[in-house]
């Protein structure tokens, strides 16, 4: 028999545009004591029945804030803001304590761990990075022989991770991160994002040079992993693993260069950690966009698969095995364009094809830069509101 306990939840008020959109949470909720010690969204994301779909959003800490636009003035550099630890803490919890999201992921990039593994990298504020290119034997020799250390390699995001366990305790769950292989080594090979080059250095590496982008993709599968554990010992609850780039990749290339790293570093987290759920997210290209790579994303080891917006839900729920989650897919673009009665109706048809089982609620990609606001406060607090019918 189980024992439940009654849970009040106080009510919310958001205010925009002189208008206020109220949380009406005074409802009584009926919870498993096994679970109420731990935060909505981990137990979504382990599968457990939960009392309402939980949301987050992808870059939800960033430039479509303006607490966050204010705080460049103070700290010029992404890498001053995301490598200053009461900086990078802050920059984390500002969507938090604006929309109350259910998931609070660690402000910092992919590339962070890089300087740690002897490769520099620069980001300017219009998103162009720089990186001094890993093409011969030599640069991969040298890359090989640079001895990386989870534990001391970035010491900001650990301090990080912990501050924000310890101000969020069990309302939101915080999120890790990390960049798969691939994509990683795409910025190692051609030296800066590839896509303004149509990843050209790395389609002649993959057809004239293979041995030497496996050799890469080795040392990032391993490094990579010992990142996310260090992660996870530090404070994140759920990892999310992005293989953005990898979606230029046709299938057979797909499974060479991509899939085989993303199951080698999900396989290495889950057998230190095997209760840790691990998200992973590919973004639309030519050979991913509209579901292309659900089925193999699938078989990754993850244990949830996070849909982009070029696939209806219910497609994406069909193609993907039970036991997997889904996360997602609101389109980031109707989310800075639509009217709230558009967000309301392409986010309700999400939450009742996730039903509240193993679904957490995204947008597609990364919210846009121009978004407003109060569009986003109306998508987060239309998914706490929305009450699914079992």
Known sequence: ???????????????????SLQRRRSHTIAMSTSNVDEPLLLRAARGETVERTPVWMMRQAGRHMKVYRDLVAKYPTFRDRSETPEVA????????????????ILFSDILTPLPAMGVDFSISEG????????????????????????????????????????????????LGFIGLPFTLATYLVEGKTGTTSGFAQVADMRTNNPQILHGILEILAKNIADYASYQIR???QVIQVFDSWAGHLDESAFIEFAMKYQKQVISSIKARHPDTPIIIYMAPDTYSKNGQRLSLLAETGADIVSIDHTIDLQEARNIIPDHIGIQGNLDPHILRDGSHDQIRAVTEKCLKVGNGKHHIMNLGHGIEATTPEENAAFFVNYVHEFIHQR
Not at 89 to 103: F, N, R, T, W
């Open 234 to 236: 530090s404070g994140a």
């Open 127 to 174: 998103g162009a990075i720089e990186i001094s290119p890993i093409r011969t034997e030599e640069d991969l020799i040298k890359f090989q022989n640079y001895e990386f250390n989870a534990d001391t390699a970035c010491p900001f995001v650990g301090e990080t991770l912990t501050n924000l366990r310890q101000a969020v305790g069990n309302k939101a769950t915080v």
């Open 89 to 104: 803490l802050e920059i984390s919890l500002q969507p938090y304590k604006a929309y109350g999201v259910d998931g609070v």
């Open 1 to 19: 028999m189980h024992l439940f306990l009654l849970v009040f939840v106080p009510v919310v008020s958001i205010q925009w545009s002189g208008q």
